[in-house]
């Protein structure tokens, strides 16, 4: 009976061995390091020099770059309020050297606005709800912003079959 009990003790300890050997090489390799930003190319960019839109990216080159400077950057150049698209891919020059390619597209700037058709009530009260900028790059969101008030004073006046363009 002690004979069969060294003989377990040795099959477990062999076990445990082998399992701490295999839990050891199931281990994950390191990440491979993140790759040097060697230049930026910008597309689309029409008001906008390359400088202005790799400086408000954030983006260093001769640094290592990885996908969070990425979305930080795309984050960025979106808060600038000046492009309605912005897309970064990698590329590579002939020489192998890492290139990220900024594509913009840039918003229509809002040269002007009028109100038209405002019959019941005063173009002034219509006027006082529009907040854009003339100038400024169109923002989209401050457009139906405006138009909701506009629509909004419409029904609180009680023409609920109003339609706001």
Request: hydrophobic letters at 40%; a positive charge; charged letters at 20%.
């Amino acid at each position: 009976m002690a004979h069969l009990r060294i003989r377990l003790l040795g099959v477990l300890l062999t076990c445990s061995a082998l399992a701490a050997g295999s839990l050891r090489a199931q281990e994950p390799a390191a990440p491979p390091p993140a790759p040097v930003l060697d230049s930026v190319a910008v597309e689309g960019n029409v008001r906008l020099s390359a400088q202005q839109v790799i400086g408000n990216s954030g983006l260093l080159i001769g640094q290592p770059t990885n996908y969070r400077d990425i979305q930080r950057a795309i984050t960025a150049l979106f808060r600038t309020g000046q492009g309605d698209n912005v897309a970064i891919a990698q590329g590579e020059d002939p020489g192998g050297k890492v290139v990220l390619i900024v594509r913009v597209t840039e918003r229509p700037l809002l040269t002007r606005w009028a109100v038209k058709g405002v019959e019941k009530l005063s173009e002034r009260s219509v006027k006082d709800r529009v907040k854009l900028a003339e100038g400024r790059p169109l923002d989209r969101a401050a457009v139906e912003r405006s138009r909701a008030g506009i629509d909004s004073m419409y029904h609180a006046q009680g023409y609920y079959a109003a339609v706001v363009k």
